[in-house]
């Protein structure tokens, strides 16, 4: 796919490069700020803050598509596994 190409290119390009301090694969802190972004959980401040970063660093949107993904794919209190099919008795 041309979006995979995509993304591995650029995925390369800032894989070179050390994360910033707002990074969201800097640290635990800001990586827990992306995630309360994605589940809508976040602040105002925060959103704002975490917005405006994706807008200035492809490294970060790369990240926020695959946390996303997962966190859509998989949402929080389903205990049921990836890709399984529900049960019914
Ligand atoms: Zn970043």
């Given at each position: 796919m041309l979006s995979g190409l995509i993304a591995g290119?650029?995925?390369k390009r800032w894989a070179q490069d050390e994360p910033?301090?707002?990074?969201?694969?800097?640290?635990?802190?800001?990586?827990?700020?992306l995630l309360a972004f994605i589940d809508g959980s976040?602040?105002?401040p925060d959103k704002r803050e975490v917005r405006t970063h994706l807008l200035q660093c492809p490294r970060?949107?790369?990240i926020f598509a695959k946390m996303r993904?997962?966190?859509?794919d998989n949402p929080r209190g389903s205990g049921s596994p990836i890709?399984?099919?529900p049960r019914r008795h």
């Open positions: 290119h650029l995925q910033s301090d707002k990074c969201f694969d800097h640290d635990d802190l800001t990586m827990a700020r976040a602040n105002d970060c949107r790369f993904a997962v966190t859509v890709g399984g099919c």
